[in-house]
């Protein structure tokens, strides 16, 4: 898959906008009530990212985690990382 120019970028992040643009990657911070929360979202991030091989970077602290995603293989942000961002969020959302 292909690197996005950062006009389709810019249009991406208006789909996942609470993503943000840090040079390569995409972030996202999410703050959950308890760490047993944050361990159980993490837990269905990870089955999606297996699913999809693509793994998205994981700092958990406390009830907080940080998410950054960009695809390696290809040196910066691609449609995988955008579509990956979407199942996050629904994730998210619906917990």
């Known amino acids: 898959m292909a690197r996005l120019s950062d006009d389709a970028i810019a249009r991406e992040l208006a789909r996942v906008p609470e993503w943000e643009r840090a040079g390569d990657e995409i972030v996202?911070?999410?703050q959950l009530?308890?760490?047993?929360?944050?361990i159980a979202l993490v837990d269905q991030i990870a089955a999606l990212a297996?699913?999809?091989?693509h793994h998205p970077?994981?700092?958990i602290r406390y009830r907080t985690?940080?998410?950054?995603l960009t695809t390696h293989?290809?040196?910066g942000l691609t449609g995988k990382d955008f579509e990956m961002a979407g199942r996050i969020e629904a994730l998210?959302?619906?917990g």
């Open 33 to 38: 009530s308890s760490f047993p929360a944050v």
């Open 65 to 68: 985690i940080r998410l950054a």
């Open 50 to 53: 297996e699913a999809a091989d």
């Open 28 to 30: 996202r911070t999410i």
């Open 92 to 94: 998210s959302r619906s």
């Open 73 to 75: 293989a290809e040196g």
């Open 57 to 59: 970077d994981i700092d």
